[in-house]
């Protein structure tokens, strides 16, 4: 038996105990919990691992896809919950984490695409986030005084508008675009991530029957992982070992599907010519991926 190696293993599965606890079993009171003493910040050197520089002339094979994460599989549930946005700071939702790192600034290489070229304000987002519509009643009040309204005289009673805002409740699912490449010199097939966009309804068919979806922004993954290493998704397993959100995205601990890769015909869509058959459309999808992985396979066949 290597006893070098229990050892580690134990005192990392310590550290790992130490850093999911929070404080938990140490606190007074409950503003304690998740409260971390001025050593034990000190001592701790947790930063998500940095990636390993890969020269242009190692990458043998490379190819972009983009995916579609859907929540409603049991595998992505630790990506939507929870939807309770008053839990702490050490239980909140991936999408929350994205919304709130971009409101606090920690966030900025936002973007309106997949293809990282004009960036997205937070103002623009904030106008798809929040609906604000006058009833009625309101538009009553408008017309008996509309000179008054108007120039801001007269206000509508807060009782005639309404406001919709879309929370956590409302992702349905996220669209990731990363590149598979296989690095010669490490002889192996490999998965970086490059972005990720959450998909919520527009907020303008909220009360409709049938909701129109819509990319709500595209964060640049690598340089969001600071915030995304500092918050963790539940562990259904062991809740004393949660994993951080980057950890789980760079894992690829999820469930995805491919619907577009790069292409000679400018990126277009797997349902742009499968079109209104959604069977087809998952059978092409799994032959993107028999493709991209068969490359790896190829490489060891004499």
Not at 50 to 77: A, C, H, M, Q, T
Not at 157 to 174: C, R, S
Request: glycine share 4%; proline share 3%.
């Amino acid at each position: 038996m290597n006893y070098k190696s229990l050892i580690l293993t134990f005192l990392f599965l310590g550290a790992l105990n130490v850093s999911a606890q929070s404080n938990l079993l140490n606190a007074k009171t409950p503003d304690q919990i998740g409260k971390k003493s001025e050593a034990q910040m000190n001592s701790d050197n947790d930063k998500p691992l940095p990636y390993g520089y890969v020269d242009d002339r190692d990458v043998l094979f490379g190819k972009k896809v983009w995916e579609v994460i859907d929540l409603d599989e049991r595998v992505n549930f630790p990506m939507y919950y929870p939807i309770d946005e008053n839990m702490g700071e050490n239980r909140k939702s991936l999408y929350t984490v994205l919304v709130e790192g971009i409101r606090e600034g920690k966030i900025t290489e936002v973007y309106d695409s997949s293809y990282f070229i004009n960036k997205k304000s937070l103002e623009e987002i904030e106008k798809v986030l929040v609906l604000v519509d006058t009833t009625d009643g309101g538009k009553d009040q408008i017309n008996e005084d509309y000179d008054a309204y108007m120039s801001g005289a007269k206000k509508i009673d807060e009782q005639f508008i309404n406001v919709t805002e879309l929370k956590a409740i409302d992702v349905d699912g996220y669209k990731t675009v990363g590149y598979w490449f296989f690095d010669k010199r490490q002889g192996e097939l490999k998965y970086r991530l490059l972005g990720i966009c959450p998909i919520i309804p527009d907020v303008y068919t909220m009360n409709a029957e049938e909701k129109e979806y819509v990319d709500l922004f595209w964060v640049f993954f690598p340089s969001a992982r600071e915030v995304l290493h500092e918050h963790t998704a539940f562990n259904e397993r062991n809740s004393a070992s949660p994993i951080s959100f980057d950890h789980l995205l760079n894992a690829r601990r999820f469930s995805a599907v491919i619907y577009q890769e790069e292409n000679v015909m400018g990126d277009r869509q797997i349902k742009e010519y499968m079109k209104e058959n959604s069977q087809m459309q998952l059978l092409e999808s799994e032959r993107v991926k028999t493709k991209i992985r068969d490359f790896e396979q190829d490489m060891w066949s004499y």
